[in-house]
């Protein structure tokens, strides 16, 4: 990809995109380290693959292709299991250029976040690629640095993920000490089995992410490394962060206390699954989130109810990709409602002065 | 089943209309006004006011009429007809309503009030509620989640298409094109919840 960027006229560089790819290198870092060298390929296929799409459509319209892309393949692919078929993920980073992005003019204009459309749209099509395949961590000091891939047999990729295990009841996260009680997150769990888990050791490993899931986002501190960046330097919003956050905290607070099951405290909904890769680096694209602060605000809260339903109650594990997709879908009209409410507001104090 | 049951099952239903089972985003039922009347976010909130108005009310219609006229007289295989026929005479009926007493109303509504007979949205929860056996009060909370459902749907798009006037759509897919895209994409965010509610 170097020589690429080194010719002119053929990529143009924006400098907040920099900051963002900077902010993933640790994820990029911890998939290598859990999974092996395949996730550095995964992501160079889908750099290469979407840089190629983009620039088709770009040589049509005599423009530079935009460094946005390589943000958007790189999330992407981070946010792939480790297993997935190559022509999975090409397909889907395909699709998210074209339709998500091309169709719309290009770079600034779309409406939907492309890293995730075609997520979803890969997500629907080969759902036993994406939510029934994942390869076990490597459990080694050194890593998976020395492997190309954790899956060792053909066996050992039909595991499911932790918080897929705890939707269907199988990990229970409990407090007390027993016999039964383990210490480690199990990859697999028999059919009718239900393994009960120290709720510390629970948290320990979202957060240090020696765990089965997606390439990228299976540790919630090298998430926060980047993600920290990134509202340092006010390069995503810090408004749509914080809301997204609290708003799922709170949400899982109520539920919890309440006492509606499968519910086990604020904490390990929130450092699992990537909720914390996608309320940072998801749904803060710049471009497909509203403008306006009060819709930022709508639209955090329009996701965390999203999450909080899609995540418990269907049939689908990938809650937050789609509640990010329906809080873009609601965006523009959140944008419309706050900018006449304003409008509204600001004709009304005219006539009170007058 | 009880009252108190029944009310449950029909805020249930109306939940999943909205959501679940929305009718324009996972049935595709009601695309041309979809598509069409999408331009402006005011004309898609009068059009989708009336269509929640309209579907709740001919719901409540068609379920008396199929459930005490036509399945009494062993005439089922007439819902079609019947159920068109009472959807015009209704929508005929609510125009002369409105124009009497609220002229301001009809004039914000008065176009898209016609344009809804055909709506196919409309004949279609109708279809439905006899498919999936509701009770009339549970068809009260479907004719009206559905129609809440495709008033969010509209809302959403006539936003969208609001933003779009920014955006350099290649000229081939100029208008309708572009819609029935993000339509789909739509579709896609709103199967994530499939499942909730069973």
Redesign the interface.
Known sequence: MAQKTAKKGILRRQKPMDRVLVALVPCLIGSIYFFGWRCAAMVLVACITGFLTEWVFCRKRNEPVTEAVFVTSVLYALVMPPTVPWHVLIIGIVFAIIFSKEVFGGFGRNIFNPALAGRCFVYICFPVALTAMWSPPAQESTGALLQWSTVTSPDAITGASPMGQMKAGKLIPVTEIGPDVREKVPFKIGQDETVKIDRVAFLKSLLFGRISGTAGVTSALLILIGGVYLFWTKTASRTTIITVILAYAVFNWILTLAGVPRFYGVLGPVLGGGFLFGAFFMATDPVSSPKTEPGRIIYGIIIALGTVTIRNFSIFNGGLMFSILLGNMFGPIIDYGVNSYKNAKKTKAKEGDE | MSLNQEMWAALVVCFSAVFTQNILLTTFLGMCPFTSVSRE?KTSMGLGAAVVFVMTCTTILNWMAYHWILVPLGLEFYRFILFIIIIAAFVQFVEMLIDRYSPKLYQNLGIFLPLITVNCAILGASLFMVIRDYTLIVTVGWGFGAGLGWFLAI??M???R???N?????AG?QGPG?TL??A???A??????????G
């Open positions: 976010v809302l959403a006539a936003g969208i609001q933003k779009l920014a955006a350099r759509i290649p897919l572009i895209i993000i789909g994409l739509m896609l965010a709103f199967i994530g919840f499939t499942g909730v509610l």
